[in-house]
């Protein structure tokens, strides 16, 4: 079945550090984009970052650029987010997604379930 | 606050249609594709629509999509109990270089 499982969420305190994998399975993951979109509790989805197939080309939305890193290792069919610097703004429920091309587009056609991220002291 | 405006919610009767409604501006659905997701809780995001109006594979013609200048509609016809859910559009914003989303719309089978 493709698919696509977060792993790596959990309860940190501010400015702590987390990691996030996404591991895909099913499809051939190094030819496409992928991307990772969190919802915090009780709102809409926010674009939180995408990255090529290549990784050539990595992108942030404002609100983590500076603090969260993404990567992707092909060979694993796995997706990485780190998080470092983390505030209580940044709790939600992060899932990967995956992109219908290898460049990065706006569109996501494969979503994992989520992983649970909660910042608090 | 989300860039994109929808509806909080809608409703309507088994069998009946809604539609959901996205707002933006000429930074991104004026000029860019809108694409239309369904989260129902405890389950994956699924794609319904992408490209303003084309369906992927699986999903029933049930579901339409259109845009016309910065606002985009999600239609939902001959309503089913399984589509109560939540509804979010999304595009690209040239402006702030990224994907931005809908605030989300609440779809509730009466």
């Known amino acids: 079945e493709v698919q696509l499982k977060e792993s790596g969420g959990g309860v940190v305190k501010p400015g702590g550090s987390l990691r996030l994998s996404c591991s895909a399975s099913?499809?051939?993951?190094?030819?496409?984009?992928m991307t990772w979109v969190r919802q915090a509790p009780g709102r809409g989805l926010e674009w939180v970052s995408s990255?090529?197939?290549?990784?050539?080309?990595?992108y942030y939305g404002e609100s983590v650029k500076g603090r969260f890193t993404t990567s992707r290792d092909n060979a694993k069919s796995s997706l990485f987010l780190q998080m470092n610097s983390l505030r209580v703004e940044d709790t939600a429920v992060y899932y990967c997604?995956?992109?219908?091309?290898?460049?990065?587009?706006?569109?996501?056609?494969?979503w994992g379930q989520g992983t649970l991220v909660t910042v608090s002291s | 606050q989300s860039v994109l405006t929808q509806p909080p919610s809608v409703s309507a009767a088994p069998g009946q249609e809604v539609t959901v409604s996205c707002s933006g501006t000429s930074s991104n659905i004026g000029n860019n594709l809108v694409s239309w997701y369904q989260i129902v809780p405890g389950a994956a995001p699924k794609l319904l629509i992408y490209d303003n109006n084309k369906r992927p594979s699986g999903i029933p013609d049930r579901f339409s999509g259109s845009k016309s200048g910065t606002s985009a509609t999600l239609g939902i016809t001959g309503l089913q109990t399984g589509d109560e859910a939540d509804y979010y559009c999304g595009t690209w914003d040239s402006s702030l270089t990224g994907v931005v989303f809908g605030g989300g719309t609440k779809v509730t089978v009466l």
């Open positions: 099913s499809f051939t993951f190094e030819n496409y984009a």
């Open positions: 990255i090529s197939s290549n990784s050539r080309y990595i």
């Open positions: 997604a995956k992109g219908p091309t290898k460049v990065i587009e706006d569109w996501f056609d494969l």
